[in-house]
């Protein structure tokens, strides 16, 4: 770095020694820095002589070197490259692509029961009358895994035995479900859902401004308060209270008394639900009388298509309104295509059937990844068989069957849909894997720093 | 035998009337530079009713031409449609050396980009630092990548930045340089000092003049001055953070906040909070003028920003004489000497702690900061920028020899860093530039050659008026002994005719 005075005066004892070999590269690559072959020694000795000081990195330094002078020692020194990579194992990540199979799958059989009804092969009463059977058994499920979360944080020490206990009490309801008539049992598994989603569901549809809108907005804010209090196994009736997770407060009264009470709000509000649909449904029969059918197909498929890439695939137990985007698309996609149903009967079922799977069915798989991974893969199989069933049913031909199902093409779609599940984890895991080496990640002091903060509620106690 | 003096546009989208730091960057930098004898131009686009051309002090003049401005006075990135418009300046005022200016200006993009077309020679200084991660820093870096693949030099205003630009840019290093910003350090004044510099070229450390060391009784306040935009990046979270604490630990101490922005409301909350409306004093936005009179307020200059190119404002700081605390970021730890400094890493923890260790030293009376304005005054000022900057006119321009200007190079590299203009000598360097992207950019590149040439033909070169020079006195030539080194090879009449040729 030249001062005024002594620039000109020290340019000179660089020339002469300039060893500008004659290959064609016209830049230097940021790596040159590192790799470049260290600098002659004949010219180090003549540098010596004049250069007592060696270069720094600062500016405020008056230094004998000019502008453009490049350190080979210090330039870059700071790079990183990829500071934080962690590695993808393959199996891990085969397991954690379940969730967006469970996801699809789910997807996929929604609309196997809406060409079920739609082409009336299916009663639409059957496949409401099953989801709700299956919904309630989930929640029952659900109450159960709760109130063993309880017993465990009480107990501790004795919680491998009320696992083991628990294990076994689960199976029954889980097989209970395996064993209903197939077109059935492709619902089965989507209504398994606790009712904590109630008011997920049920808020995401306040959103949905073409249909359903709840006339009783209190309700809402009960449910929702309820839902954070069940949650948090605390009593805490105010809802902002409610939205903020506090697992680790001890419940004001005892617990038996305290779920009680919840389950007797979940089953009021699902009632409320209920009758709310009811009522809607005349209203929804001809949403879309006016519109084309093949736009309704189209709109419909982007709106699933919208579910199934917003959708909240990370979310833990106790995230509260999982992606309301997703949410909203799904429900929204199901009032339309509820919309072209013949009775009001069918609206009113596909529309409940909507709410089970795309509001609560998605809180229930959270809870069962987080309470027993077994479970959670053989939820994951059942589901991709049975959507594979449900897609080889619909796409036999019922002519040949005269007028039953086509057994056969629904063995073969769901032979063809584990092959397709199991291809697509596995191969898109291990061509994620296969593009980490082309992962270069640049970090330096010229990055913004994280600011480290801790007292950051420290003011907001205080008040 | 003269030293060689250039005919210089300054291209930026960023110029008075709005302030900041390129934009007092680029007037400071003209001034000096029109001091040392050359024609500088200033070409920006229109704000509000300022169209046209117009002169500043000591005959600079500025072009604001009426370019379609976008977002935060950026021009809309049209490739060609500011191209005729350029020609004829570039022509009218016989301009060799075209200097953009700021990596987010698509005004400097497009003068560089037709600057080579048109056979000038380009200078690009980048006054801020990028990441490589997020989309809108993906799409800057190519575009980058794209102009300076065939600009003549770069200059960077700290070695930080020089790192991020040759990374982003893919550069050769060596056609890097750093020049460091400057201040005008008369209008950043200690409180004591009187306006007048005092006389005398070089004056020892213990001269008589400074005032007695400021001593501190225990119960005396200490105030700490920040100054700066209330934004997420200069690291107001932190601060927000660290007063409470500093103001607990430390009584007898007070801060004092100049700036405006989003954060502010978040500051504001925090003294309310914690009641301390009478120890914390914001005063809202302040102009450039006025900071100097905030500044000797204080003692001690906090600076807690999380990314900083190179923090004019510390320098600023620690021209009036005022300790500084800053965070170790960005090109930050080159700029000031340790004796006027503590850093602190970006954590509250030690941001704390770094104030409490200069409240302290400052109460000790170890802190000389009546020192600190001559010493900064001789380490950083615009005219050495201004003769840092000629330096790379000189070498880009030949008028220094290549080996001389480039000097020895480890890295094993071709022939030449003078960049020819030969279109296939350019396309070549442009096509390095990605598997697509390159051949993109060729595609440009030729479009605009051609451009050039139906310009050449409907507005031919000499219906263009040559407009007359700003009549100066030459000022006397107090740098001869620079001047003998440097073959100046023509006097400026000479060189004008040269640079508008296609060589």
């Known amino acids: 770095m030249p001062s005024p005075t002594d620039d000109e005066t020290s340019f000179p004892s660089l020339n002469g020694s300039a060893s500008?070999?004659?290959?064609?590269?016209?830049?230097?690559?940021?790596?040159?820095?590192?790799?470049?072959?260290?600098?002659p020694l004949r010219s180090e000795r003549s540098r010596s002589r004049r250069r007592k000081r060696p270069w720094k990195k600062l500016m405020w330094v008056k230094q004998s070197y000019p502008d453009n002078y490049t350190d080979q020692a210090t330039f870059l020194e700071n790079l990183q490259r990829n500071p934080r990579l962690k590695p993808y194992d393959f199996w891990p990540l085969v397991a954690d692509s379940t969730v967006i199979l469970q996801h699809v799958c789910s997807v996929i059989i929604f609309i196997v029961c809406f060409v079920g009804i739609f082409k009336e092969r299916v009663s639409p009463v059957s496949v409401t009358s099953w989801s709700s059977g299956a919904t309630f058994l989930g929640w029952i499920l659900w109450e159960r895994w709760l109130s063993e979360a309880d017993d465990q944080d009480e107990l501790g020490g004795v919680a491998a035995t009320v696992t083991g206990r628990s294990g076994s009490m689960r199976r029954p309801g889980r097989a209970g479900s395996i064993r209903r008539p197939p077109p059935l049992r492709v619902d089965s598994a989507p209504s398994t859902a606790g009712p904590s989603a109630a008011p997920s569901a049920a808020s995401s549809t306040t959103n949905l401004h073409l249909a359903v809108r709840w006339p009783q907005s209190g309700s809402t804010t009960s449910l929702a308060s309820h839902n954070g209090s069940g949650l948090s196994h605390s009593l805490s009736h105010t809802p902002r209270a409610s939205q903020e997770h506090l697992p680790e407060l001890p419940p004001p009264f005892p617990v038996e008394e305290n779920r009680s009470h919840q389950r007797l709000e979940t089953i009021k509000s699902a009632?409320?639900?209920?009758?709310?649909?009811?009522?809607?449904?005349?209203?929804?029969?001809?949403?879309?009388?006016?519109?084309?059918?093949?736009?309704?197909?189209?709109?419909?498929?982007?709106?699933?298509?919208?579910?199934?890439?917003?959708?909240?695939?990370?979310?833990?137990?106790?995230?509260?309104?999982?992606?309301?985007?997703?949410?909203?698309?799904?429900?929204?996609?199901?009032?339309?295509?509820?919309?072209?149903?013949?009775?009001?009967?069918?609206?009113f079922s596909l529309t409940l059937f909507s709410i089970e799977v795309f509001g609560l069915f998605p809180v229930f798989r959270r809870y069962v990844r987080h309470f027993s991974w077994k479970f959670h893969v053989l939820s994951s199989i059942l589901l991709v068989m049975g959507a594979g069933l449900g897609v080889g049913l619909i796409l036999g031909d019922t002519k040949a069957t005269g007028g039953g199902w086509p057994w056969k093409s629904g063995i073969v779609g769901m032979v063809v849909g584990v092959l397709i599940a199991g291809l697509a984890t596995g191969g898109c895991s291990w061509w994620l894997i296969g593009l980490q080496k082309y992962k270069n990640e640049i970090r330096g002091p010229w990055d913004p720093a994280r600011p480290i903060i801790l007292s950051r509620p420290r003011w907001d106690d205080d008040s | 035998m003269t030293r060689r003096t250039y005919n210089i546009a300054m291209v930026s989208d960023f110029f008075f009337p709005q302030p900041g730091g390129i934009e007092s960057h680029i007037y400071q930098l003209a001034t000096k530079l029109i001091d040392r004898g050359h024609k500088v131009i200033i070409i920006t686009h229109a704000y509000d009713d300022r169209k046209g051309i117009r002169y500043l002090t000591n005959g600079l003049k500025v072009y604001h031409v009426p370019f379609f401005v976008i977002y935060r006075a950026t021009t809309f990135p049209t490739v060609l449609s500011c191209f005729p418009i350029l020609r004829n300046i570039f022509i009218r005022e016989r301009i060799e050396i075209v200097?953009?200016?700021?990596?987010?200006?698509?005004?400097?993009?497009?003068?560089?980009?037709?600057?080579?077309?048109?056979?000038?020679?380009?200078?690009?200084?980048?006054?801020?630092?990028?990441?490589?991660?997020?989309?809108?820093?993906?799409?800057?870096?190519?575009?980058?990548?794209?102009?300076?693949?065939?600009?003549?030099?770069?200059?960077?205003?700290?070695?930080?930045?020089?790192?991020?630009?040759?990374?982003?840019?893919?550069?050769?290093?060596?056609?890097?340089?750093?020049?460091?910003?400057?201040?005008?350090?008369?209008?950043?004044?200690?409180?004591?000092?009187?306006?007048?510099?005092?006389?005398?070229?070089?004056?020892?450390?213990?001269?008589?003049?400074?005032?007695?060391?400021?001593?501190?009784?225990?119960?005396?306040?200490?105030?700490?001055?920040?100054?700066?935009?209330?934004?997420?990046n200069k690291g107001t979270d932190l601060l927000i953070a660290a007063i409470p604490r500093v103001l607990e630990n430390h009584p007898n101490?007070?801060?004092?906040?100049?700036?405006?922005?989003?954060?502010?409301?978040?500051?504001?909350?925090?003294?309310?909070?914690?009641?301390?409306?009478?120890?914390?004093?914001?005063?809202?936005?302040?102009?450039?003028?006025?900071?100097?009179?905030?500044?000797?307020?204080?003692?001690?200059?906090?600076?807690?920003?999380?990314?900083?190119?190179?923090?004019?404002?510390?320098?600023?700081?620690?021209?009036?004489?005022?300790?500084?605390?800053?965070?170790?970021?960005?090109?930050?730890?080159?700029?000031?000497?340790?004796?006027?400094?503590?850093?602190?890493?970006?954590?509250?923890?030690d941001v704390v702690l770094a104030t409490g260790k200069a409240i302290t030293a400052m109460r000790a009376g170890k802190i000389r900061t009546e020192k600190f304005h001559d010493q900064v005054k001789k380490m950083y000022s615009w005219q050495n920028v201004a003769l840092r900057t000629e330096r790379v006119y000189d070498g880009i321009s030949g008028t220094i020899p290549e080996d001389d200007f480039y000097g020895l190079d480890p890295g094993g590299y071709n022939g030449s860093r003078i960049r020819n203009f030969t279109l296939i000598d350019r396309l070549k360097r442009y096509y390095g530039c990605g598997i697509w992207a390159g051949k993109l950019f060729c595609?440009?590149?030729?479009?605009?050659?051609?451009?050039?040439?139906?310009?050449?033909?409907?507005?031919?070169?000499?219906?263009?008026?040559?407009?007359?020079?700003?009549?100066?006195?030459?000022?006397?030539?107090?740098?001869?002994?620079?001047?003998?080194?440097?073959?100046?090879?023509?006097?400026?009449?000479?060189?004008s005719q040269g640079g508008t040729k296609l060589e």
């Open chain 1, 20 to 39: 500008l070999h004659a290959f064609g590269r016209s830049h230097l690559s940021p790596d040159d820095a590192f790799t470049s072959p260290p600098r």
């Open chain 1, 271 to 347: 009632l409320l639900i209920y009758c709310t649909l009811l009522g809607l449904s005349p209203i929804l029969k001809s949403l879309t009388k006016s519109t084309s059918i093949d736009s309704i197909w189209a709109m419909s498929f982007w709106l699933l298509a919208m579910n199934i890439f917003f959708f909240d695939y990370s979310g833990g137990v106790g995230a509260k309104f999982p992606a309301s985007l997703s949410t909203n698309a799904a429900l929204m996609a199901s009032t339309v295509l509820a919309s072209r149903l013949p009775s009001t009967n069918h609206v």
């Open chain 2, 99 to 232: 200097h953009g200016h700021g990596s987010l200006s698509s005004l400097c993009h497009e003068g560089i980009l037709h600057g080579r077309t048109m056979g000038l020679r380009t200078v690009f200084t980048d006054h801020s630092l990028f990441g490589f991660a997020d989309a809108a820093s993906i799409l800057t870096n190519k575009l980058l990548k794209f102009i300076l693949s065939d600009v003549d030099h770069s200059i960077c205003v700290s070695h930080t930045c020089k790192e991020n630009t040759v990374l982003r840019a893919s550069l050769d290093p060596l056609m890097v340089s750093v020049i460091p910003n400057a201040v005008v350090a008369d209008n950043f004044r200690p409180k004591d000092q009187p306006a007048t510099s005092p006389p005398g070229p070089n004056f020892a450390l213990d001269a008589p003049h400074y005032p007695p060391p400021q001593r501190f009784g225990p119960r005396d306040i200490i105030t700490i001055v920040v100054i700066s935009r209330l934004f997420y």
């Open chain 2, 253 to 349: 101490t007070r801060f004092i906040i100049a700036g405006s922005g989003p954060k502010a409301i978040d500051l504001e909350q925090m003294i309310e909070t914690n009641v301390l409306q009478d120890r914390v004093e914001m005063l809202g936005p302040v102009r450039h003028e006025e900071v100097r009179d905030v500044m000797v307020r204080g003692h001690i200059y906090l600076h807690p920003s999380l990314t900083e190119a190179f923090g004019t404002v510390i320098v600023e700081a620690a021209s009036c004489g005022l300790y500084v605390v800053c965070t170790q970021v960005g090109g930050i730890p080159e700029v000031l000497p340790s004796h006027m400094t503590t850093f602190s890493k970006p954590e509250e923890d």
């Open chain 2, 443 to 495: 595609l440009v590149v030729v479009v605009d050659y051609l451009f050039f040439l139906f310009l050449e033909w409907w507005f031919p070169r000499e219906n263009i008026d040559i407009c007359h020079d700003w009549p100066y006195k030459r000022l006397v030539d107090d740098d001869a002994d620079a001047d003998s080194k440097k073959g100046a090879h023509s006097n400026r009449s000479s060189t």
